[in-house]
């Protein structure tokens, strides 16, 4: 072969190689709105999906273990007819089985305003999830993309359900050995979640559960129920993937429901990270933090 043919071919090589290294990009909506009373802010991170070929929404939450959780549920003891719908996100396609009150509010309607579904790990755990958070998009990739990145850091991917599991991080705390956080993409407005009253005095160095000084006491509803919350900034450095979280605040909410069988520092929500890009290799098990 001629060398310009050669030279020709190894940069159509490297070009197509660039090309299939770069993300499939796709917008994401940031629900933005005040929380008691407060400036509007990010609150929920909403992905577009079909649903049998109609266009909707879901809300991503990595704090969810499962594949898919409908907004619209029966009511205890409701027995109802159902059928398998094809849900399509980023690429993926599945058959999942809904019940009429699964779907009604799946209507266009609807599905231009809120989101009808919850998408939790298990329905991208056969791939690698990005998220740039600055530029609103995603990306979804069906393999390995950080198993041989050096910027990468290890993921463990709690599995304690039968469906799905838990990606939980490593973050460090001043004064104390590195601990796990649960990454949860649901809790969008929040930066560090205590789950328990041992979790939030070690994080806030003993701050007491009542509203003053730099502690204020909201409500907000819990899978159905009112919970009392707490909330304070974070008076110390806590670094997560080698970066340090941008002002970062504790939050705690009583007896919200939620018990990890794993022993946590707390729940790592958004707010912390900025506009930094989080991906997630499910498959090799490690992920990354990167940009500002």
């Known amino acids: 072969?001629?060398?310009?043919?050669?030279?020709?071919?190894?940069?159509?090589?490297?070009?197509?190689?660039?090309?299939?290294?770069?993300?499939?990009?796709?917008?994401?909506?940031?629900?933005?709105?005040?929380?008691?009373?407060?400036?509007?802010e990010r609150l929920a991170l909403f992905l577009p999906v079909t649903i049998d070929a109609a266009p909707c929404l879901v809300q991503l939450d990595t704090g969810a273990n499962g594949e898919l959780v409908w907004a619209g549920q029966a009511a205890p003891g409701e027995q109802l007819s159902g059928k398998f719908v094809t849900v399509e996100l980023a690429g993926i396609r599945r058959q999942v089985w809904a019940d009429a009150a699964n779907l009604r509010h799946v209507t266009p309607q609807v599905c231009a305003l809120r989101p009808v579904a919850t998408v939790g790990n298990a329905f991208f755990e056969q791939g690698t999830l990005t998220l740039d958070l600055g530029k609103g998009r995603f990306a979804y990739a069906q393999h390995a993309l950080l198993a041989t990145d050096p910027a990468a850091h290890p993921l463990f991917y709690a599995r304690w359900t039968p469906s799905g599991g838990h990606p939980l991080v490593e973050l460090q705390v001043p004064g104390s050995s590195p601990g796990y956080a649960l990454l949860d993409t649901g809790s969008v407005r929040f930066g560090l979640a205590a789950t328990n009253a041992g979790e939030w005095a070690a994080l806030t160095g003993g701050a007491p559960l009542a509203a003053g000084?730099?502690?204020?006491?909201?409500?907000?509803?819990?899978?159905?129920?009112?919970?009392q919350c707490f909330e304070t900034p974070v008076t110390h450095r806590i670094a997560v993937a080698g970066l340090a979280l941008d002002q970062a605040r504790v939050s705690y909410c009583v007896d919200q429901g939620f018990q990890s069988p794993v022993k946590l520092i707390g729940v790592l929500g958004l707010h912390a990270l900025g506009d930094r890009t989080i991906t997630l290799d499910y498959l090799s098990r490690r992920w990354k933090l990167s940009g500002g």
Request: proline residues 7%; aromatic residues 12%.
């Open 1 to 40: 072969m001629p060398a310009m043919a050669v030279a020709a071919a190894l940069m159509y090589c490297t070009v197509a190689a660039a090309a299939a290294a770069e993300p499939q990009w796709q917008s994401f909506r940031w629900h933005v709105d005040s929380f008691h009373g407060a400036p509007p």
């Open 213 to 227: 000084g730099a502690v204020r006491q909201f409500s907000l509803n819990s899978w159905g129920k009112q919970v």
